[in-house]
């Protein structure tokens, strides 16, 4: 089952909206966040989560979901990391 | 004004993270710190959020808040730091339609067979037509004449919402307070409060002579004041403040014992009720409300209890 599961770790300059704008990408692709850590030093905004893919097997869906998020990330600013859980 | 915590719990699904920090950020809330899990099957988020440079009312984003965690078919809860951190002694709890399934006086008018005209006194005084005082008085004196056995049938039909057993176990394990106020009627409070161990029971007394009902009631919880008195009442004998008091109920009598508490949980609430509620819970389920009122560190604890 951990092969539909992806960590992702998003780190920047703390602003309003980078959980907003990270997340709808996430459900929009029916992503479900099972775990969620975020939290802001010093300015700067730390998150991880763990979500839960329904269908995810295929490398193309992955890399569409890397897609997204870089561009998402590129907007707002963040770097984004990807890993899927069965490859940790 | 320092910073609000929005508590979200319910059963899980794609989006809770999204449609509440999407209300955030669309009225410059910064979330600062978030935690959220799967635990025992629901999903659990808490949210520290900096509201200092927030563009609309801060009431305004609470019900905006609220409405997404209904919505979303979650429980939902916003409070102020301060209150948040308070650790809570003290669960008082409405009775029908919180801590059981059932609106007692209804039924009472359906054994009397004047169900129809008690309705009507209920509705004018939940429209705000008729004092609750007025509504009670009146819809206790069409009772008048039915037997004590009808009122003793009724009490052994009574059913507990889901959980509630547990949830009151959990309570008094966790060392809580925990009290009955009711508009309705002690006969079905004082059984209750018994099943469940609950221990104090403030409620209003059917007046009974030789077995049958007068029509007349004893008592003082005849409005949302006196609902508020009693708990105040209860919160001074045990020498804690109404800060550290929770109060769960559902109905327009609630309002002031759910603004004036710690943390006002509205139980499938009525319309008037979400408004002046901190947290809003829809689930059948009573458990969740232990999740609420927690607190701190307390809540994610509590929460792996609700696995077992």
Same mark, same amino acid.
């Given at each position: 089952m951990e092969k539909d599961k992806v960590v992702v770790v998003v780190v920047g300059k703390d602003k309003p909206g980078l959980?907003? %704008?990270?997340?709808?990408?996430?459900? %929009?692709?029916?992503?479900? !966040? =099972?775990?969620?850590?975020?939290?802001? *030093?010093?300015?700067?905004? !730390?998150m991880s989560l763990i979500v839960k893919f329904l269908n995810l097997e295929t490398t193309e869906k992955i890399e569409k979901l890397v897609n997204m998020l870089n561009k998402e990330g590129e907007k707002l600013g963040l770097k984004i990391h990807v890993y899927p859980l069965n490859k940790l | 004004m320092g910073n609000i915590i929005v508590t979200s719990i319910g059963r899980d699904r794609p989006g809770i993270v999204a449609g509440i920090s999407n209300i955030l950020y669309r009225h410059n809330a910064n979330i600062l710190k978030t935690r959220a899990s799967i635990l025992g099957g629901l999903f659990v988020m808490v949210m520290v959020v900096d509201i200092s440079k927030v563009n609309i009312k801060l009431e305004d984003l609470i019900s905006k808040l609220k409405e997404k965690g209904v919505e979303l078919g979650s429980g939902i809860s916003v409070e102020d730091e301060k209150t948040y951190r308070k650790k809570k002694k003290l669960v008082a709890f409405d009775l029908d339609g919180t801590l059981i399934q059932m609106e007692t006086l209804d039924e009472l008018a359906k054994a009397a067979g004047v169900y129809e005209e008690v309705k009507k006194i209920t509705k004018m005084a939940m429209e705000g037509k008729m004092s609750f005082k007025e509504a009670l008085a009146r819809r206790v004196k069409l009772l008048k004449n039915l037997p004590v056995e009808e009122v003793e049938k009724l009490k052994r039909r009574i059913e507990f919402t889901p959980g509630v057993q547990d949830l009151v176990k959990e309570l008094k394990k966790a060392g809580f307070v925990t009290a009955i106020i009711t508009g309705g009627f002690d006969v079905f409070a004082k059984h209750v409060a018994e099943k469940l161990g609950i221990e104090y029971v403030y409620a209003n007394r059917l007046i009974v002579r030789k077995g049958v009902l007068t029509g007349e009631f004893k008592g003082?919880?005849?409005?949302?004041?006196?609902? *508020?008195?009693?708990?105040? =009442? !209860?919160?001074?004998? =045990?020498? !804690?403040?109404?800060? =550290?008091c929770v109060a769960v109920g559902d109905g327009a009598n609630d309002v002031f014992i759910l603004k004036s508490s710690g943390l006002g949980i509205g139980y499938k609430p009525k319309t008037v009720v979400k408004r002046h509620a901190k947290a809003l819970i829809n689930s059948e389920d009573l458990r969740t409300i232990m999740a609420f009122i927690g607190g701190g560190q307390i809540r994610k604890d509590v929460i792996k209890k609700l696995k077992e």
């Open positions: 959980i907003a %704008g990270v997340t709808s990408i996430i459900s %929009g692709l029916n992503g479900n !966040i =099972e775990d969620m850590d975020q939290v802001v *030093l010093q300015e700067v905004f !730390i | 003082e919880i005849v409005s949302a004041q006196s609902k *508020l008195k009693a708990l105040t =009442e !209860i919160a001074k004998k =045990e020498g !804690i403040s109404l800060s =550290e």
